[in-house]
């Protein structure tokens, strides 16, 4: 029997005297029970998400948020399986691709969110122009996946290959930390013009000029909007700071380079990463934007309006339902 002078993922396939875990990147094996639960948990967030979409057609948060649910799964299920044979390359390429791309997808469903909030609420109170607000909001969380998924692919390429130390390895490397940095800072300029938006409507409202908007509007007809726009309005801002979170700790993680002790240490991993992730998806699964955004609601075929008066109708006797017309055709109960 050959002796392996330096054990790598080119010549160890398998665990082995020679080809012991502790050469392997991360440097012990992942904890089974924890990556079973986050891989079930996961799961059945995506199906949930799946019955949501159905129900209430929310088409461009479900696309994001399926992708993103979907690499949660496999990047989980990698590691489970890298629990068996850490030196498993597809494995490994699987749980550095999926766990890197997984959070940016998630980040641009809330931005979805945001988005058709500002327009909910109105977009006189934004500092854009309305034309600005889908590139700003969602189109940056597009360049920052790009950006992600090239340096992702080239980094698990060459990371357990003999080119890991190689300048292909490191542009990879560096791809993958300023993605994840181009998506702090877009999450950061997201979030201070939500936090705008929310001083200057509580100032117009404050002085009693507050501008009539479809929010507004639905607000007048049920107090119940107000109540379940806000919920959803601190919920969905409680997500997007869970996916910064596990985007700051990302960036400290790639920082080191592979095999750093960052890396190294799963509880990290588990608290920083995987239940951030499980917190901002249960978010949105829980209070889905079907349930608790009207205007959400309103890119399917029913309207606000709708949506209320089938809620009501146990309660309610149809003579007693009111409908108001929107300027725009929509219809509000």
Same mark, same amino acid.
């Given at each position: ?6 054990? #790598? ?15 392997? /990147? ?18 059945? $967030?995506?199906? @949930? +998400? ?14 994001? $948020? ?5 690499? =949660? ?22 749980? /550095? ?24 609420? #109105? ?23 790009? $950006? ?35 998506? $702090? ?16 409507? +509580? ?17 007048? @007809?049920?107090?119940?909007? +107000? ?10 801002? @409680? ?21 750093? +002790?960052?890396?190294?240490?799963? @509880? ?33 075929? =029913?309207?606000? #309006? ?28």
């Amino acid at each position: 029997m050959s002796t392996i002078e330096q054990p #790598g993922y080119g010549n160890c396939h398998a665990l082995s005297d020679q080809c012991s875990v502790e050469y392997t /990147i991360y440097g012990a094996l992942f904890n089974l029970p924890a990556m079973l639960f986050f891989s079930i948990l996961f799961f059945l $967030i995506f199906l @949930v +998400q799946i019955y949501y979409f159905i129900r209430y057609r929310t088409t461009s948060f479900s696309i994001f $948020i399926f992708l993103g649910s979907a690499f =949660q799964i496999l990047g989980s299920v990698s590691r489970v399986a890298m629990h068996f044979n850490p030196w498993n390359m597809f494995t490994l390429s699987l749980n /550095i691709c999926c766990l890197l791309w997984g959070p940016t997808f998630v980040a641009a469903a809330i931005s979805i969110c945001f988005k058709n909030m500002l327009h909910y609420a #109105g977009t006189q109170y934004s500092i854009l122009r309305p034309g600005l607000i889908p590139w700003v909001f969602v189109g940056t969380d597009i360049v920052s996946i790009c $950006i992600q998924g090239v340096g992702g692919i080239i980094a698990a390429v060459t990371s357990g290959s003999s080119n890991s130390g190689s300048s292909l390895s490191k542009v990879g490397e560096g791809l993958m930390i300023g993605g994840v940095c181009f998506q $702090i800072a877009n999450m950061l300029v997201t979030a201070g013009i939500m936090l705008s938006v929310w001083r200057r409507y +509580q100032a117009a409202k404050k002085s009693g000029d507050v501008a009539s908007s479809r929010y507004t509007q639905d607000k007048e @007809v049920d107090s119940a909007v +107000q109540k379940r726009f806000t919920w959803f309005a601190i919920v969905a801002a @409680v997500a997007f700071l869970c996916v910064i979170i596990r985007c700051c700790y990302r960036v400290a993680e790639m920082a080191g380079g592979w095999a750093n +002790q960052i890396m190294r240490n799963e @509880v990290a991993f588990l608290v920083l990463d995987a239940t951030m992730m499980a917190i901002a998806l249960l978010a949105v699964t829980i209070f889905h934007p079907g349930r608790s955004s009207p205007e959400m609601r309103n890119k399917n075929k =029913q309207s606000t #309006g709708d949506v209320l008066a089938r809620e009501k109708s146990g309660n309610e006797s149809s003579d007693s339902e009111l409908n108001v017309v929107a300027g725009d055709g929509r219809s509000f109960v």
